[in-house]
């Protein structure tokens, strides 16, 4: 598809550049929206009878009837999904080794593949028939869920990027940024909107994999204070390298859903704008959230609650003898985590039980419930011949 692209040096001297640039990429329907189909009756046959023998299997009588279970379908209007991802962006060479760059990118996703219940229950009619075995209130009688692949959902991701690096002498180190965020109503190819079947913009928000700040730098330190040396003193202190990584980045996205009546699991209702206590292990404050009332949908926002945002740095030192003109040995030990920092990584959403006046009083609503990785180390040696 179309792909353009410029770069232009405004002043004429080789360090500074101007680049930009627009594409259009398709993807490919994947085998997993069609290899469900294989399930279908009448590709698949059940038969079931109870109070048989192996003698005379049919001998017993049929079960009861029961309506077929879910069916996976595609949508006779998918279309292939495609991006379009355009960039423009500044960038100098500096004095001392240094170069900075600074990007402003935008990616756009559609026809993004989704999947939707043909047969799923509209919430007024389930409310209308309390206590009505649900399968006699689908549309299509006899079936379960009708589960259909369509090609209607959309993502919308914008950033700032920032790049920085020093790329000559004893130091080198690389810095960058990025602040961005990244929107969409279908973030797997079983999403499903929440409410109906056609009303996806309710499913809209922060993606599941969205980071609104990313940090990270490396660095390399090449000791230079006894390269002047000789003999047994150089091979014992020259030649250390040390170097690392450090990274930042803000917490992922959830949700909170609650239990109701009728309906099943909704999002919860958000009663209070204070979310957060973020003390020990409770993130979240429980009275800021509630179940959701009989007869209509949950008032909270999909991705409301930011999660711990993740630190961590990695660093390694380095040493290589040589032993004669063809052979040498180098050690090495690195250091993951090395400051042992607790980053939690999920959080219980989950609100199935609210006090009359509002507020989760579900056991461990808001608590973080799981971190990783923790510090290793690791020694190493190689022999080069």
Request: proline letters at 4%; charged letters at 15%.
């Amino acid at each position: 598809m179309p792909r353009v692209g410029f770069a232009y040096t405004p002043f004429g001297d080789s360090k500074t550049a101007i680049r930009g640039g627009f594409g259009m990429y398709y993807d490919r329907i994947e085998g997993n929206i069609i290899f469900p189909l294989e399930n279908n009756p009448p590709f698949v046959e059940s038969a079931s009878y109870e109070n048989g023998n192996l003698s005379n299997i049919r001998g017993g009588s049929a079960s009861a009837l029961a309506p077929f279970a879910n069916i996976t379908t595609i949508s006779p209007d998918m279309k292939a999904s495609y991006t379009m991802n355009f960039s423009l962006g500044v960038q100098r060479e500096l004095p001392w080794g240094l170069f900075v760059e600074a990007n402003a990118v935008g990616n756009l996703g559609r026809n993004l593949t989704r999947q939707i219940d043909l047969n799923s229950i509209p919430l007024s009619v389930q409310l209308a028939n309390a206590g009505v075995n649900t399968a006699l209130l689908r549309p299509y009688k006899g079936y379960t869920g009708i589960l259909q692949r369509v090609s209607d959902a959309t993502s919308h991701y914008y950033a700032m990027q920032l790049y920085g690096a020093k790329r000559t002498g004893d130091i080198l180190t690389t810095v960058s940024y990025t602040w961005s965020k990244v929107l969409t109503d279908a973030n797997v190819l079983t999403e499903q909107a929440e409410d109906g079947l056609n009303n996806r913009r309710f499913n809209y928000g922060p993606a599941t994999f969205d980071r609104r700040h990313v940090f990270v730098a490396t660095y390399t330190y090449t000791v230079p204070f006894f390269k002047g040396m000789h003999g047994f003193a150089k091979a014992l202190l020259d030649g250390y390298e040390i170097s690392g990584i450090t990274r930042f980045q803000s917490g992922r996205p959830f949700t909170v859903t609650a239990a109701a009546t009728v309906g099943g699991t909704r999002r919860a209702d958000l009663i209070s704008d204070d979310i957060y206590i973020k003390d020990s292990r409770q993130w979240i404050n429980p009275a800021a959230f509630a179940g959701v009332t009989v007869g209509r949908l949950g008032t909270s926002g999909v991705g409301i609650v930011e999660g711990p945002d993740f630190f961590i740095s990695d660093f390694s030192i380095r040493k290589r003898f040589r032993l004669g003109e063809k052979r040498s040995l180098r050690l090495q030990g690195d250091v993951f985590n090395a400051f042992n920092r607790n980053n939690f990584n999920n959080i219980n959403v989950s609100c199935s039980s609210s006090t009359p006046t509002g507020g989760c009083i579900s056991g461990g609503f808001g608590t973080l419930t799981a971190s990783g990785p923790g510090r290793s180390i690791q020694l190493g040696a190689k022999f080069e011949f």
